[in-house]
């Protein structure tokens, strides 16, 4: 089983890594790809992508590959200001390339590949769900939209 682990944390070491570690842990039989989204070199997403994603480089082609390959993906994110790292969301706009369909766009190509979330930050409980609620619902959605299967977040 072949799982991809978009990590978003830009700390090193940094609270999402540590809780992406310990979900691979509890997979030891998984073939693990870390992408660090820190480190990987994508320009900004343009609509312009869609007719020719060649120009997200070497990087494009190393997401693409670990997302169409994975048998499941995690992403692993922290929270900052109410939102997530404009990196991962970055990410997600340059999935949609691969992961929709290019007559429509509104057809996932994900074959229903699970996917779980792990968020963190820091705020008293009552707080953090809320903000939960409110700042990270279009990061699963948009996995749904791809065609994926939202098995889980914490």
């Known amino acids: 089983m072949k799982i ?15 809780l992406a570690d310990a979900f691979a842990e509890g997979m030891p039989d998984a073939q693990d790809t870390y992408l660090r989204l820190n480190d990987l070199d994508l320009p900004h997403f343009s609509l312009e992508a869609y007719d020719d994603p060649s120009t997200g480089g070497a990087a494009y082609a190393t997401l693409k590959k670990a997302v169409e390959e994975a048998d499941g993906i995690l992403v692993a994110t922290p929270i900052w200001n109410f939102g997530v790292p404009a990196h991962l969301r970055n990410v997600i706009d340059w999935i949609g390339c691969f992961a929709l369909d290019a007559a429509t766009r509104g ?34 959605e948009s996995f749904r939209c791809f065609g994926g299967t939202v098995v889980g977040k914490f």
């Open 4 to 18: 991809t682990i978009l990590l978003a944390g830009t700390n090193n070491p940094s609270n999402s890594a540590m």
């Open 107 to 140: 057809h996932g190509q994900l074959k229903q590949t699970p996917c779980f979330f792990l968020y963190t930050g820091g705020s008293p409980y009552p707080a953090w769900k809320g903000l939960l609620r409110f700042t990270t619902h279009f990061v699963p």
